[in-house]
């Protein structure tokens, strides 16, 4: 009799979901990212994300400039690895230019796109850690992360945004201490990755955090479209400089990272963070191929004063720290471009938060949101 009673009080109790803002300024969601959850007391019924916090119509500015000058635009995408957004649109314009770049440009440009990737991936590594309530690891590789920054700003003047990669080759030559630098950086690298993932990686609470959770199948990884460290969390073998290579990396030996499902599930959050980790050890074998192989010459090929490229398009793409990103530039034979259109890796994985969030606990949507580590300049552009 009492436990009908209970349950028809229980039944009469009016109950509904709560509307919680995660961001846009929050320590949870990476930059000015809004997502608005529905919760079911600690249950994440409904995720939506909201753009636009760092709308900057880079694609119509672009438009109305010089080819030269959409480069600097360029940068303030992915702010996080800007060489790499840089080199994507510059390989477009020499494509349809058809300049030929100088072999040292080449390797150089090789050097600053694996250094970037492996500071962006350190900026992972330190931010994630924080995002599950450990801080020292930021500390480490914030550490490691300024040594490259330091060799950026001798080459380029510049900390974060570099308009260092140009038309037909680089903007400053490298010189024989900066690269000596660069291997004593490859030696440390190494040995300090391999204590910072005992450290994070094999940690219980970490892993307990991470395994088992945000799992992107393979199957869901091709129906968005998601590449980079999360397509290759989810065991694809899948990776430009190697499939599709560009620039002098058909020369370079090294090994795609994927999941696995060490610790948890294949494609969960801690192969994501497997994935990131263990490429910068791939990037450090890149790195030493490449100082290697460097030698002396000009770092810049012949590029009309006045660009202007042949009437067409093109669509390029590049492997960025973050997955592929994609330049589609259309020509009307003028000096500016008719149109210039960016595919962002960064915004296809924000669209896989909804069908991600969905059941989790708050705290694992936390983790999912820093496993796919976006960056909104280049979602919002």
């Known amino acids: 009799m009492e436990d009908n009673t209970l349950k028809q009080e ?11 803002n995660m961001g846009p300024q929050h320590p949870a969601t990476h930059g000015v990212l809004r997502v608005e959850i529905k919760t079911d007391s600690e249950i994440v019924v409904e995720a939506t994300p909201y753009l636009g916090y760092l709308h900057r119509c880079m694609e119509k500015h672009s438009e109305n400039l010089d080819y030269r000058g959409i480069i600097p635009f360029t940068d303030r995408m992915d702010y996080l690895g800007a060489m790499g957004m840089e080199w994507g649109y510059v390989h477009g314009v020499e494509k349809m230019l058809g300049t030929e770049v100088p072999e040292r440009a080449e390797y150089i440009r090789v050097i600053v796109a694996e250094l970037q990737r492996i500071a962006s991936h350190l900026m992972y590594f330190g931010t994630y850690a924080i995002d599950l309530g450990a801080f020292t690891p930021f500390l480490y590789a914030f550490q490691d992360r300024e040594e490259i920054l330091r060799i950026f700003e001798e080459l380029s003047g510049a900390r974060l945004l570099y308009n260092y990669i ?18 004593t950086f490859c030696t440390k690298m190494e040995e300090n990755m391999k204590k910072y993932h005992d450290l994070v990686g094999m940690n219980a609470i970490f892993r307990n955090r991470t395994a088992n959770v945000g799992i992107v199948t393979p199957e869901m990884a091709y129906e968005y479209g998601a590449t980079g460290a999360v397509l290759r969390g989810s065991g694809v073998e899948w990776d430009l400089r190697k499939k599709k290579p560009y620039g002098l990396y058909e020369k370079f030996d090294f090994d795609v990272v994927t999941g ?41 090929g012949k590029v009309p004063k006045i660009i202007k490229l ?11 720290p973050r997955g592929e ?25 924000t669209s896989m938060l909804p069908e991600l969030g969905k059941g989790q606990m708050i705290a694992d ?3 999912t949101i820093g496993s796919i580590d976006i960056v909104l300049g280049e979602v919002d552009r």
Request: charged content about 25%; hydrophobic content about 35%.
């Open 365 to 367: 949507f936390v983790a």
């Open 10 to 20: 229980q039944e009469a109790l009016h109950t509904d979901l709560l509307t919680v």
């Open 166 to 183: 140009w038309i037909g080759g680089v903007w400053n030559d490298i010189n024989d201490d900066q690269l000596r630098r660069i291997d």
């Open 260 to 300: 696995k499902g060490e610790m948890g599930t294949v494609g969960d959050c801690w192969d994501r963070y497997y994935v990131r980790v263990f490429e910068i050890f791939e990037s450090i074998k890149i790195l030493r191929q490449a100082l290697d192989g460097i030698e002396a010459g000009p770092v810049m």
């Open 325 to 349: 990103l994609g330049y589609h530039i259309v020509s009307d034979g003028g000096k500016t471009p008719y149109r210039v259109k960016v595919k962002s890796s960064c915004f296809t994985h």
């Open 310 to 320: 042949p009437k067409g398009e093109i669509y390029t793409k590049t492997e960025c």
